[in-house]
């Protein structure tokens, strides 16, 4: 699996490649970290996977990493998509390495 550190996704971002971000986490979690994305619940990702490009590179995230791991693998395994990086260490390590004022919880 493909995995892009916050640091690397922020300043690819800042030099203007066009990236999607999505969330996996729960509706109450986006409101207490929020870094960008499609809400995107990963209970809900693989019948909503239509929602997702499957062009350019696509970030999936959570927390630390584990769901979005998780739901990698099943868009991978169960639709066949090529174009999914994990966001290393979630939204705990952006707080760490890119904006601190983003809440760990």
Same mark, same amino acid.
């Given at each position: ?5 916050? *640091? ?7 030099? $203007? ?5 999505? &969330?996996?986490?729960?509706? !109450?979690?986006?409101?207490? #970290? &929020?870094?960008? +994305? %499609?809400?995107?619940?990963? #209970? ?10 499957? &062009? +350019?590179? %696509? ?14 693998? #099943?868009?991978?395994?169960?639709? $066949? !998509?090529?174009?999914? %990086?994990? *966001? ?7 707080? &760490?390495? %890119? ?7």
């Amino acid at each position: 699996m493909r995995e892009i550190t916050p *640091l690397e996704l922020k300043q690819r971002q800042q030099a $203007g490649e066009r990236i999607t971000m999505i &969330d996996v986490r729960e509706a !109450f979690e986006k409101e207490i #970290a &929020d870094i960008g +994305g %499609v809400l995107i619940p990963k #209970a809900e990702i693989l019948n909503r996977q239509s929602e997702i490009p499957r &062009d +350019g590179i %696509v970030v999936i995230y959570c927390r630390s990493g584990g769901r979005s791991s998780s739901a990698i693998k #099943a868009l991978q395994q169960q639709c $066949g !998509f090529t174009n999914l %990086v994990n *966001l290393s260490g979630g939204i705990l390590r952006w707080s &760490d390495e %890119v904006d601190s004022s983003i809440e760990k919880y």
